[in-house]
């Protein structure tokens, strides 16, 4: 782990890596790479595999099969001690006994290096914390001592820095300080970072490459507006931000599909569908779907696909007002208006026309099932109020 | 990572690791365990074959290997009333030990605030005094014309007219020497109480003692149990406030061994009594922790 | 009425305090005392003399030697044997958990009687010659099992991230071991070193049936209580005391600073 300039980042590579506990399979086969330099964010509900994917990185945890390479070198076997891999803890796993300055510096004294007083001070400047290297790390807040915990990796120059849901602990204004705080290390020094986390917000804002990881295995990977703007599995569409999903059959091929669902007809252009059959669930974002009173259906482009139904819910947020819209097959899509949007609101009970364009439409894989990817309890909460 | 279980989660999962790891954990274990055979397994394994050798016939006052059953049975049917006595005497000590260790208790679990970690020390330090000496010195407390005598005695309650040299003595000495065992059991117990409980419970209209009956107390019951444990165990095999306390009629069991193993060398009688004392206090903690449904204790 | 009810429970902790210091008033109070008779039991006049004259009675400050010699030497080697068996026990996964559990539960459950008796029937069989080392041999068995509970606990307390976060920082598992986890550990095993020595100074009943000729201070103390404890017995036992508690109390202020200047911040 030569420290010094001229030093060259390497590609991570994990190669059907797989980690089995007793019978059940925390990761499954999984191979990707991660280019140098990137901030790769690593998403998904907790027990997705997403930390022991990190630990088999780190060298914590010992890989069933596969391996991990950075660069040609296959480290694989290297203990945690010898892979040029450093992670930022969840709850940070500052030593206690150790102040500020001594925490940073651990990693350079356990590799032998004599002087570290300069590049000690270098790294606290960078994380702004010189005037508190005497203390302790309880006498900080949360957020200081993520900062530490941050140079504390970084001082030893890894080829990868791995973090472990690093702002699970903080509040969530801190939270969106140091989100910025750790973009703007990042491009500072180039490293590689791998970032764990289960807040989908915090994963689409900071990464240039999300991965969603769902039973082991990853269900999507891309830029964020990409997998966002084009889930490619249920699971994505729902894990990843909201969507309007609604069962349907394939009607026409071509250039744009067509699927025809409860009387109406949806049309998308053909890349958007993923579907390998006649089934196919369309799907729409929330913030993409119009809401119209009925009687100015008219105002809506004509290529614009369209549902009708009742508003059942009206809630103002501030910056939008969310409608929940119950269709004739009892289906409740729910649509964000920005509140830009001079004139009236629709109100509860109005009759409504719902339109968003093909290109905002996508088409998934029904064989998961409608539900995958959400919220058990959210799945509980609508069950109640139905029956 | 949920920290359930810190073991788990440092130990080794691959396989090749786990063994060379075992060794190192025998490696660790080997020297302390080795020393708590030789020097508490063995010696209570001796203690029984002693207990029924019998008297060498050639020398008297020495010891064969035997198998007389009659040192048993001898020595309970000489010695029962200060067996008796022994678990009387420790079972009233612990009573009074838990009433009194328990509003202590109770205090510095929630109440104490910021004096707490010092109504700790407050707990402990008498232990740094000598046993002997504190005990020695109830003997001055206790003396027949001091105050605590002479106010009980100007309400008539006390049968002999005097404390010392009477079961009283030896009780209230026991009491004294093993509370702190009993408050920190507890205190122990009731700080792992979230107060919120006991909050919610006088929300729910429980009157204060109900709140105690049925929420604090069924609650606190490890500590109880652990405290009572560690009071009556001590307690039973004591005989030192019994010999500065009590009167010759006041003796316990520790004495009746203590005298037989040193003065009287009569190794069977003593290693009987001592390996009966073992067996009566092991099978009464057992049924009492099976009785108060707190196994995991151990 | 309210008021009463509230403070009642606090005004019992206080009586219940001060009952458990009342012995220890005497005994200090004593050390001043000239007794009239050889019996240090009744007050008579105050003197200074056996604090002055501390080692003035002959086989009082050679016992008390003995005893601080036999506390360090038994400490030293229960604390070591204490401190392996639990990080083994919170460390590592072995065969024999549940019956090493029980092994070192069961010293602590056993009345010091029948620990004493056995461990003379032991070396009476064997016929070897009670003294200094029997004592110790036997102090070092009824303190293990103390260390490995205070010891074990301090472990268990320990977040594993932190050995974690050494490894991922270069450490290799010694120097883990090294800058990391005994220092972490360090403050747990020198209360218990702590408690094992209190242990082994006070303690009388093991000690009196393995000692032979052997005098320690309790040894010392429960003879003199035959034909009259002098005063500087009280004056000794005072020292230790006043010792034990200022060590005490500056961990507690010391710990007490540090939660002052986290709460500053």
Redesign the interface.
């Given at each position: 782990?030569p420290a010094g300039v001229g030093r060259t980042v390497e590609d991570l590579r994990l190669v059907n890596l797989t980690k089995q506990?007793g019978v059940s399979k925390a990761v499954d086969d999984l191979s990707i790479t991660i280019s140098a330099g990137s901030f790769f964010a690593l998403l998904g509900a907790s027990g997705c595999g997403k930390?022991t994917t990190l630990r088999m990185v780190?060298?914590?945890?010992?890989p069933t099969s596969g391996q991990v390479f950075i660069g040609e070198q296959d480290v694989t076997d290297l203990?945690?001690?010898?892979r040029p891999?450093?992670?930022v803890?969840?709850?940070y796993?500052?030593?206690?006994?150790l102040d500020i300055f001594e925490n940073v510096a651990?990693?350079l004294r356990?590799?032998g290096i004599k002087d570290v007083d300069a590049q000690v001070n270098t790294m606290l400047d960078l994380v702004e914390l010189s005037a508190l290297a005497r203390r302790k790390p309880?006498?900080?807040?949360g957020g200081q001592q993520q900062r530490v915990a941050v140079a504390?990796?970084l001082i030893?120059q890894p080829d990868v820095l791995l973090l472990d849901e690093p702002l699970g602990a903080l509040d969530l204004k801190l939270r969106r300080q140091m989100q910025i705080e750790l973009k703007r290390i990042q491009s500072e020094v180039g490293t590689t970072f791998v970032h764990v986390t289960h807040d989908q917000e915090e994963a689409m804002t900071m990464a240039d490459t999300v991965a969603v990881m769902n039973a082991g295995r990853i269900e999507q990977m891309g830029h964020p507006a990409d997998v966002y703007e084009m889930p490619r599995t249920i699971f994505v569409a729902n894990f990843l931000g909201q969507s309007n999903l609604i069962q349907g059959t394939l009607a026409s091929f071509g250039d744009v599909v067509e699927v025809a669902a409860f009387g109406l007809s949806f049309k998308m252009p053909s890349q958007r569908n993923v579907a390998p059959g006649h089934s196919v669930v369309v799907g729409v974002r929330p913030e993409k779907i119009t809401v119209l009173d009925a009687h100015d259906e008219t105002k809506l482009p004509s290529t614009h696909n369209r549902i009708y139904g009742t508003v059942t819910d009206v809630s103002y947020t501030g910056v939008s007002t969310q409608y929940l819209v119950e269709t004739p097959w009892e289906q409740s899509i729910i649509a964000f208006e920005q509140n830009s949007i001079v004139g009236d609101r629709c109100e509860l009970g109005d009759p409504v026309v719902l339109g968003w364009a093909p290109e905002h439409t996508f088409g998934l894989d029904p064989a998961e099932g409608i539900h995958a990817g959400l919220d058990r309890a959210v799945l509980e909460l609508e069950s109640d109020t139905e029956a | 990572?949920a920290p359930i279980a810190p073991a788990a989660s440092v130990a080794?999962?691959?396989a090749e690791?786990s063994k060379k790891r075992s060794r190192i954990a025998y490696f660790l274990l080997i020297p302390g365990l080795a020393w708590l055979s030789i020097f508490f397994v063995i010696p209570l394994v001796t203690l029984f074959i002693t207990s029924l050798q019998t008297e060498s016939t050639r020398r008297p006052g020495t010891y064969v290997p035997g198998f007389q059953i009659s040192n048993y049975t001898d020595a309970l049917a000489e010695y029962w009333p200060q067996f008796v006595r022994s678990f009387v005497y420790a079972g009233l000590a612990t009573a009074f030990a838990l009433v009194i260790a328990y509003p202590l208790a109770y205090f510095i679990a929630f109440k104490a605030g910021n004096w707490r970690s010092l109504m700790l020390v407050l707990v402990v330090a008498p232990s740094f005094a000598s046993f002997l000496l504190r005990t020695y010195a109830w003997k001055t407390i206790l003396a027949d014309d001091g105050p605590v005598t002479s106010a009980l005695n100007t309400l008539h309650v006390l049968p002999d007219g005097r404390i010392l040299n009477t079961g009283i003595a030896v009780v209230a000495g026991l009491t004294y020497n093993f509370l702190p065992f009993m408050v920190l059991p507890l205190y122990a117990s009731l700080d792992k109480i979230d107060y919120r409980l006991i909050e919610a419970g006088n929300d729910l209209y429980g009157s204060p003692q109900q709140v105690f009956r049925k929420v604090t107390w069924p609650l606190s019951m490890p500590g109880v149990v652990a405290g009572t444990l560690l009071t009556f165990i001590p307690a039973a095999g004591d005989f030192i406030n019994a010999e500065l306390l009590g009167s010759t009629k006041d003796k316990m069991i520790g004495n009746v061994i203590q005298t037989n193993f040193i003065e009287f060398r009569d190794y069977p009688t003593a290693s009987a009594l001592s390996f009966s004392l073992m067996a009566a206090i092991l099978i009464l903690v057992l049924t009492y922790i099976r009785r108060s449904g707190t196994e995991d204790l151990v | 009425m309210r008021w009463i009810r509230e403070h009642v429970i606090g005004a019992i902790a206080v009586m219940v305090l001060l009952y458990l210091f009342l012995p220890i008033a005497v005994v200090i109070a004593f050390s001043f005392n000239n007794p009239a008779s050889k019996f240090n039991l009744s007050w008579n006049e105050f003197s200074l003399d056996a604090w002055t004259q501390i080692c003035g009675v002959p086989g009082v400050c050679s016992s008390f030697v003995t005893s601080v010699e036999i506390g360090l030497i038994s400490t030293l080697f229960a604390t070591i044997l204490g401190t392996m068996i639990s990080f083994a026990l919170v460390r590592y996964r072995f065969k024999g958990r549940s019956s090493t559990n029980l092994l070192i539960f069961m010293p602590m459950a056993t009345p010091e009687i029948v620990m004493g008796s056995s461990l003379l029937a032991l070396f009476l069989n064997l016929s070897f010659p009670l003294g200094p080392v029997t004592v110790m041999i036997a102090h070092i068995m009824f303190i293990i099992s103390f260390v490995v509970v205070a010891v074990k606990a301090r472990l268990q307390g320990m977040?594993p991230?932190?050995e974690?976060?050494?490894?991922?920082?270069?450490?290799?598992p010694s120097?883990?071991f090294r800058?990391?986890t005994f220092?972490?550990v360090l403050p747990g095993i020198l209360g218990a070193a702590l408690l094992g020595f209190s242990l082994s100074f006070d303690d009388f009943i093991i000690s009196f049936f393995n000692a032979g000729t052997l005098v320690t201070f309790p040894i010392y103390i429960w003879g003199a209580a035959q034909r009259g404890i002098p005063p500087q017995v009280n004056a000794l036992a005072s020292l230790v005391f006043i010792a034990a508690l200022v060590i005490v109390l500056s961990a507690q202020v010391v710990a007490w600073r540090?939660r002052k200047?986290?709460a500053v911040?």
């Open positions: 782990m506990f930390t780190a060298g914590l945890e010992d203990r945690a001690f010898q891999v450093n992670t803890f969840q709850s796993a500052l030593f206690p006994h651990f990693g356990r590799r309880s006498q900080l807040s504390r990796a030893n | 990572m080794p999962s691959a690791g | 977040d991230r932190l974690e976060a050494a490894r991922d920082l270069y450490a290799s120097a883990t800058y990391v220092p972490l540090k200047a986290l911040r």
